[in-house]
Nanobody
Framework: QVRLVESGGGLVQPGGSLRLSCSAS????????IAWFRQAPGNEREAVSC????????YYLESGRGRFTISRHGAKNTVYLQMNDLKSDDTAVYYC?????????????????WGQGTQVTVSS
């Protein structure tokens, strides 16, 4: 049974940092394209970052470039999203997702497996 579990969310002040973790059981993350999505109330789910299963090529939402970094830790079967200089607009539930149907998709429909989400709140 495949299971993705996010952790690392919380309340942080503007300008602060968080590192989100996506741990997997039932699959080996390094063989899958992994994405971080987020969804704020009233908004559609959007891809924040993704990493290819072919060459570890990465994608970042424009607003996250230079602030967010996605990375894999193969031995821990975990993918991270380091988020720096957080802004109030980053407040959302963050989800990790996995797929093998594409090497770096940015649409939620590209992904087969999802975690339950972790809340990130950026507020003073």
């Amino acid at each position: 049974q495949v299971r993705l579990v996010e952790s690392g969310g919380g309340l942080v002040q503007p300008g602060g940092s968080l590192r989100l973790s996506c741990s997997a059981s039932g699959l080996t993350l390094e063989n899958w394209a992994i994405a971080w999505f987020r969804q704020a109330p009233g908004n559609e789910r959007e891809a924040v970052s993704c990493i290819s299963n072919l060459d570890d090529d990465t994608y970042y939402l424009e607003s996250g470039r230079g602030r967010f970094t996605i990375s894999r830790h193969g031995a821990k079967n975990t993918v991270y999203l380091q988020m720096n200089d957080l802004k109030s607009d980053d407040t959302a539930v963050y989800y990790c997702a996995a797929t093998r149907r594409t090497n770096r998709g940015t649409s939620p429909t590209d992904y087969d497996y999802w975690g339950q989400g972790t809340q990130v709140t950026v507020s003073s």
